[in-house]
């Protein structure tokens, strides 16, 4: 929920090394829920827009995650070195890529779409849930006009300002968890 501590977790990279919220108190992050496979994520990513972004909040100290709840066999999931190919291949700037086959960081934040995104503030409260930009659409041309929620927040946050848009209805292909017997 905006406003509430963000859940802490701890999930593993494409390298295999275990990455923890918690590291990064004190730092602002935003949490990415992607699916390489999503027409909606390729939007973001076929026009470099997504890695753009990563690349101009990372420089600043930001600390961005990209996650995959995609569980086995689903679209989205890679096994981690054809998932490390893949983000090489995309150019992506993200602090850590993680895998969350199982589903629970996804469940716990209630990501329902790629990209579903999260920003969160240095006292570990969450500013911003919900969509990446106001054009639901897998249309690229649609960036160029898009208000990005996700850089208005962070500009708002870093400059030490309330976030005016704090959440939004997420837009994307469903996540694609595990079915829960």
Known sequence: TVGQPAPDFTLTDTAGKPVRLADYRGRTVVLEWNNPGCPFVRKHYDSKSMQSTQEQWTRQGVIWLSICSSASGKQGHFERNALAEQLKTEGIHSTAYLIDADGAVGLQYGA?????????????????????????????????????YVTEALKASMAGKEVAVKATQSYGCSVKY???K
Do not use: E, Q, R
Request: aromatic share 4%.
């Open 178 to 180: 595990a079915v829960k």
């Open 112 to 148: 329902k779409t790629t990209p579903h995104m999260f920003v969160i503030a240095p006292d570990g409260k969450l500013i911003y849930a919900g969509a990446i930009d106001d054009k639901a659409s897998a249309d690229k041309a649609d960036i160029a006009g898009a208000t990005n």
